[in-house]
């Protein structure tokens, strides 16, 4: 055997997990396609990254329409979360339960808030989160505080946050995994898309890998593209084979590439006695992908300069509950500040005017719940990925902006524009292998375990059964706890 567990991929899911087994001293290998990320010229060049794709990948996925497109889809050490905004936000409390939508019905969660609740306190501490829980109506209960304050408002936010106060709403803080000092140390620049190579953002590579390769038996392999799984006829997974054609052997595997990546590697691994797939005996894998419902929302006033340089540290969720006259319709954010040079490469608009916007807004992420869909799905098409997200909901998300524009006018930003976020940007992918109770209807149980193979576990975003209208990050994160902590009490206790 080359290793006790084979990991596939370093991001929230994989890395956490592997943090989570590493004091079980059995042999944990990482795999991951990527390699690290280095500091560069583009790190904090807005031009490199929005406009020319630096750090994206030289792939091209297909949509629903049969068009080539390329993802913002990140592959490196710490996978997509070394560019996350790193709000790391705990799903509410009702988000884990079946909620009416206007446009279907959440399923729900074979686990509750409180099955979950001590992970997350345990995700937070990996993460080293800065928040407060005061402020916010939808808060669900702490059994700890939060490790460090909330990252501190700039001036205009700070100015911001007590209009919204005295029209009656709640912004609250932004959970936060950055060290913003370290952070603008490198660069006066946002965080939120930027890649994390000085260590101030707290990823998956900086908190969960480097708590697991403190322990000399967990090792990581980069530039290892996993092709894809074999398994016996008993069921039992047995190795994963490399696109070089290595094949690596372990007596437990878990896939942790992302949602589509990791539904992609199961349904390339099958087999006579899985035609389908592995995994994939309820027919579930690559189905009910959900990727949120964004748009980004600037609000300014001509007379007015926004000077914030990274923005992001203030949330509203007063339009998350759904009241006797309105459904839920989500969370609002702020995003990391939108300057001239991002405006100018992400829209049509002439370079001078989108410096004049950027120079005075005050940027705002809508986000609204994407509900599961059997229809909506990844699957193979001559060997390359075909995403066909359907979106759902997308009336309920229309009136989170219409509510945030109306409350934006009210404290005093006479224009509010908005644009909805690119369909080709799969940023909160999940749902594609999803969590549940009934084999016939998910893909694994609620400790990430698959139905079909008992020493295959996929633990990443692809099991949220639902996506909520929060950041999901946090919650891949604790869910990787639970299944690490799950696989240590039963496959390794002495
Ligand atoms: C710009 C941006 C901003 C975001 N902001 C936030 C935020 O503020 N808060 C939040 O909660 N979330 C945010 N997200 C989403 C968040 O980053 C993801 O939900 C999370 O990182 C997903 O973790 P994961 O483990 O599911 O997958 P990934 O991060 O995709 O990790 C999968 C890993 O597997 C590797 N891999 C893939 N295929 C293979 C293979 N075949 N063989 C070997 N390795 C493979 C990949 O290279 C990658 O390292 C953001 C995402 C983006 C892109």
Known sequence: MDADVIIVGSGMGGATLAAALASTGRRIMILERGGHLRASASDRDAGAIFGDGAFRPDEAWLDGQDRSFNPGNYYYVGGNSKFYGAALIRYRASDFDAV?????QTPGWPIGYSDLEADYQAAEEMYQVRGRQADDPTEPAHSGNYPHPPVPDEPD??????????????PSHIPLGVDQAAWLAAGLTTWDAYPNTCGGKMDAETCGLAAALAHENVTLHTGCIVERLECNQR?????AVLANGERLTASRFVVAAGAVQ??????????????????????QVGRNFMNHNCSAVLALHPMRKNKSIY????????????????????NVQMLGKITGPILAATTPLPRWLAHWIAARSFDFYA???DLPNPGSRVTLKNGQIKLDWQRSNWDVHL????ELKRVLRQVGFPIVLSQPFDRRTPSHQ????RMGNDPALSVVDSHCRSHDHPNLFIVDASVLPTSAAVNPALTIAALALRAGRRMTQTEFAA
């Open 235 to 239: 069921g039992f997974v047995t190795a």
């Open 157 to 170: 936010i700070a100015a911001l946050r007590e209009r919204l106060k005295h029209a009656g709403l709640h």
């Open 262 to 283: 990791s539904a992609a590697l199961l349904l390339r691994s099958a087999n006579d006695n899985c035609p389908s797939g592995l995994a994939n005996r309820s027919d």
């Open 430 to 433: 999940c749902g594609t292998a």
């Open 311 to 330: 923005q992001k540290t203030l949330m509203l969720n007063d339009f998350y509950r759904g009241s006797n006259t309105r459904p839920p319709l989500g």
């Open 399 to 402: 009136q989170l902006v219409q």
């Open 100 to 104: 009416p939508q206007s446009g279907g």
């Open 367 to 369: 986000m609204s719940e």
